[in-house]
């Protein structure tokens, strides 16, 4: 992370860094080819003061593929929101719109960052497949090794499992298609075309 996000992850200063740097009581961090620093927050929570504590949070996670599933959205949130004050949880909502094979959503990434940053005490998700379609038990082997205990409402897939795994399929052979032959070739177009038949029968 920049000085920034180590500094809000850790809440100190900026300033306080450096000047722990300078002390002597955090190592060096790394310095990118135009000089700013980077630091492993794993490493400086096991290093830094032990005055400064880290606050941990719990974080519900929801996510829907497309702008056509913003009910759905909604519906998650909303359980969300009910189970965790039901629990008596203190809790930030992170909401994605994006596909559950994309790494790069917004949500997603700051989720991540946080996790592993030692900030979120659990996890709440409605099920599995809301976090990433593929991937989602190497997220859970990071919660587990930053301790960050995982909760999923329910076990099995909602209603928009199937709906949501066909956009993904479709998606992922867009971009091949794309490469293979171009965004604006014919045979691009027609495969497309033919994606689009099968999916609507």
């Known amino acids: 992370m920049n000085i ?5 992850a850790l ?9 722990w740097e300078k002390e002597g009581k955090i190592p060096a961090p ?34 829907v593929s497309s702008h056509d599933q913003a009910d759905d ?12 004050t039901a629990n008596g949880w203190t809790f930030d909502l992170i909401q994605d719109l994006g596909s559950g094979m994309n790494y790069r959503n917004k949500g997603l990434q700051d ?11 659990r996890l709440v998700l409605t099920h599995k497949d809301r976090l990433l379609r593929f991937g989602a038990d190497l997220v859970f082997s990071l919660c587990e090794r930053f301790g960050t205990d ?10 928009s499992f199937e709906a949501e795994l066909v956009q993904d399929v479709i998606e992922i052979i867009t971009v091949f298609s794309a490469r293979l032959y171009g965004s604006r070739s014919h045979k691009h177009n027609k495969l497309m075309h033919c994606i689009q038949e099968v999916t609507q029968t």
């Open 11 to 19: 809440g100190v200063h900026p300033e306080t860094l450096r000047r």
């Open 150 to 159: 995982v909760v999923l409402i329910e076990a099995t897939e909602d209603p």
């Open 30 to 63: 790394l310095r990118t080819p135009g000089g700013t620093r980077r630091y492993d927050v794993d490493q400086l929570c096991q290093v830094a003061p032990k005055r400064v504590a880290v606050s941990r949070t719990t974080v519900a996670y929801a996510r």
């Open 111 to 121: 989720l991540l960052r946080r996790i592993c940053a030692g900030g979120v005490e």
């Open 73 to 84: 959205l909604l519906r998650q949130a909303e359980r969300l929101r009910s189970f965790c």
């Open 4 to 8: 920034g996000e180590a500094a809000k």
